[in-house]
């Protein structure tokens, strides 16, 4: 008797817990799936592409990552894709197109040439294989589209060809590409006219700025400070163009009888 009226009190309980449980599952049912999805915050990335780090993984720019680095041209990368709304193609030479190059021409080149052939090199917008066919000729470039820096492609299916005028080349394969930033490989350095064609008549304008400091100078000057500074100045001077220096001497000279 006593069992049979204990069963009950102690299964109400439990047939309570039972259900308070299983009602709390389905009602976790539906909030339990949108819980994982958090766990889609690791492929978010944790902050701006770096570009350096994607050549260094890919193992054929060494010599594209170090310009980058010394030029300070992947700082400024990594601020400019710290914006989400700026798009970004970047051409990238491989090892064995700067190798390409003759020897001694890149370290010949000054800072501001270097970051300009980088910047050669930056399409300012993303560019999958299927967007170049949209470009119109030339294409602009973060060098600037002035006629020192032209840079032309043309398409075929999915063959992509690259002119400066100097160098006809093609991508040759995709390194790295999201929604912002597409890196392509490029088998030679894109050599851009304003910094690569062949000037008329380097030597020449040289000299005669030097020439032209010497005269203003003297002219600037009163004569005695002029023929003293002359006096001290000749014994290099005739070293380097004697006949100017003997020829300023003598005007000085008779400056002084006078
Ligand atoms: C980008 O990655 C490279 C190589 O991993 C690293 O040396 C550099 O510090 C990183 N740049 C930034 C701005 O985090
Ligand atoms: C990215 O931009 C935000 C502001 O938009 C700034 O607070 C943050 O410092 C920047 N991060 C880097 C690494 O430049
Ligand atoms: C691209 O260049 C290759 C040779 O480098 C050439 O055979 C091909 O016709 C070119 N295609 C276009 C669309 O210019
Ligand atoms: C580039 O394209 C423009 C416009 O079509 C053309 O005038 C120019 O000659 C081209 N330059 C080269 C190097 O192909
Ligand atoms: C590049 O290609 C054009 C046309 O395909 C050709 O006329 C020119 O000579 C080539 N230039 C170089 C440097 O190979």
Not at 176 to 189: E, G, R, T
Request: glycine share 6%; with cysteine; proline share 9%.
């Amino acid at each position: 008797m006593m069992k049979q009226n204990l069963q009950p009190l102690f299964s109400l309980p439990l047939l309570l817990f039972f259900l308070s449980h299983c009602t709390r599952i389905s009602a976790q049912g539906p909030a339990a799936s949108p819980n994982p999805v958090p766990a889609a915050d690791a492929p978010a990335p944790p902050g701006p592409t770096n570009v350096t780090k994607i050549l260094e993984k890919s193992g054929n720019f060494n010599l594209l990552i170090r310009l980058l680095k010394t030029t300070q041209v992947d700082t400024q990368l990594y601020s400019q894709l710290n914006d989400s709304n700026s798009r970004l193609t970047i051409l990238a030479p491989t090892d064995a197109a700067f190798s390409k190059l003759k020897t001694g021409v890149l370290n010949s080149l000054t800072d501001s040439q270097k970051v300009e052939l980088l910047q050669f090199h930056l399409l300012p917008d993303f560019l999958s294989i299927s967007n170049f066919q949209t470009l119109s000729n030339p294409v602009r470039t973060q060098a600037g589209d002035g006629f020192e820096y032209p840079l032309n492609i043309t398409t075929s299916g999915n063959s992509v060809n690259i002119t400066t005028g100097l160098v006809n080349t093609s991508i040759s394969g995709t390194v790295y590409s999201d929604n912002q930033l597409a890196i392509y490989q490029l088998d030679s350095v894109l050599q851009p006219y304003g910094i690569f064609a062949p000037k008329p008549l380097p030597p020449a304008p040289a000299p005669s700025p030097e020439k032209a400091k010497h005269k203003k100078k003297a002219s600037e000057d009163s004569p005695v400070a002029a023929v003293k500074s002359a006096a001290g100045s000749v014994v290099c001077d005739l070293s380097r163009n004697g006949l100017v220096s003997i020829g300023v001497a003598v005007v000085f000279v008779a400056v002084m009888v006078l």
